[in-house]
């Protein structure tokens, strides 16, 4: 709740407003490819189908993936303009709009029921995570225990070799008992599952959590290390869970140029 409160206003989305939002430029690169992403985005269409209505005055919340390569190019040093200049480029892509709504109060309403549906996400794979280490470590001890019978009930005729081989597998037959005793007995899963859903939502600040961003980007999309007066710095929020990428998130309220 506290991390959607403290999203800044939504800000107005088309065309026009791209030449007075730095971060919003480019995320979008140009008006033209603004128009294209909204056109194809997944959730505005169905919004649309379902609103029988335009995309005018819809808000939603933007989120955009990153990623950054070395590459060569041109630049000026000491004077004089240079070909071969490491340098490091960023490219904006999948951008998406999620939670679409009539008003600002109820994007961020379903953002919440979002964010909370993503820390469910993060105990459910926990969950499922505990889940396979017991079957698997069931389905081990079941192979060792078969091989101990087999090895015990050939033990007239054991050599060395094999009462040798009995101890290996009693010592892996304790090793996998106490890894199953620390997960709990088979009664104990439901109660431990909710413990585990209890902690993520308890820990929800570090499951997901947004910090401030800055780039100093030129027109070419090369990211420089100190801000200029022709390259300043653009702030962007960025968005991180424990269980996925981060990506860079902006809630806008898209309108007609």
Avoid at 26 to 41: R, T
Avoid at 217 to 230: L, W
Wanted: contains cysteine; aromatic residues 4%.
């Amino acid at each position: 709740i506290k991390l959607v409160d403290s999203l800044p206003p939504a800000a107005p989305l088309d065309a026009h407003s791209l030449a007075h939002n730095p971060a919003l430029a480019a995320i979008f690169y140009s008006p033209s490819s603004l128009q294209d992403i909204i056109s194809h985005d997944t959730e505005l269409k169905s919004y649309g189908r379902s609103r029988r209505v335009n995309q005018d005055g819809v808000n939603a919340l933007v989120l955009v993936n990153t990623r950054q390569k070395r590459t060569l190019g041109s630049a000026l040093v000491d004077g004089e303009t240079r070909k071969d200049v490491a340098q490091t480029t960023i490219d904006f892509h999948d951008q998406r709009f999620i939670a679409p709504s009539p008003s600002e109060a109820e994007t961020r309403d379903l953002l919440k029921r979002r964010a909370f549906d993503q820390l469910l996400t993060v105990a459910l794979a926990q969950i499922t995570n505990q889940s396979q280490e017991r079957k698997e470590l069931q389905a081990h001890r079941a192979v060792l225990l078969s091989k101990l019978k087999l090895l015990t009930r050939s033990g007239g005729f054991a050599h060395q070799h094999g009462l040798e081989e009995q101890a290996d597998l009693q010592n892996k037959m304790e090793t996998i008992e106490q890894q199953l005793a620390g997960l709990g007995p088979d009664e104990a899963v439901i109660p431990s599952n909710m413990a585990m859903v209890a902690d993520v939502l308890e820990t929800a600040a570090e499951q997901l959590w947004a910090e401030r961003k800055h780039y100093c980007i030129d027109r070419y999309y090369v990211v420089h290390d100190h801000p200029t007066k022709a390259v300043p710095a653009i702030e962007f929020l960025e968005l991180h869970s424990s269980a996925a990428e981060p990506v860079l998130v902006h809630l806008v309220r898209l309108v007609q140029s």
